[in-house]
């Protein structure tokens, strides 16, 4: 069943003053969380972030950047409450193998 728009969950309020802190330590987590929060933007404008089970492919991922610490891929399952499932595709050369 698809969630009307008014169902589904909004973005979190506060993306604007975490991106535009001063700090060394926002600056990291801007930085870290840019790509997990910019998908859970994405699937919010598609009207998808109110599927059960999300399926996202990164192509073309870079090592020091979308493969570093998979762990931070988590804050996109909590800024989509109704997903409770994620699976991350890195489609790629700089993938590394299994």
């Keep these: 069943a698809k969630l009307r728009r008014e169902e589904r969950a ?3 309020r506060r993306w604007r003053e975490v991106a535009l802190g001063g700090s060394a330590l926002e600056a990291v987590a801007t930085d870290a969380l840019s ?4 998908g859970a933007l994405l699937a919010y404008l598609a009207g998808v972030d109110g599927a059960e089970t999300l399926t996202v492919h990164i192509l073309g991922p870079e090592p020091a950047a ?3 610490c998979r762990r931070k891929w988590l804050a996109m399952l909590a ?3 109704h997903v409770r499932s994620l699976r991350l595709l890195f489609c790629g050369p700089r993938v590394p193998a299994r």
Excluded: G, I, N, V
């Excluded at 790509?35 to 910019?38: A, E, I, M, R």
């Design 10 to 12: 909004a973005p979190p």
């Design 35 to 38: 790509f997990p929060l910019s």
């Design 66 to 68: 979308e493969l570093r």
């Design 79 to 81: 800024a989509l409450p």
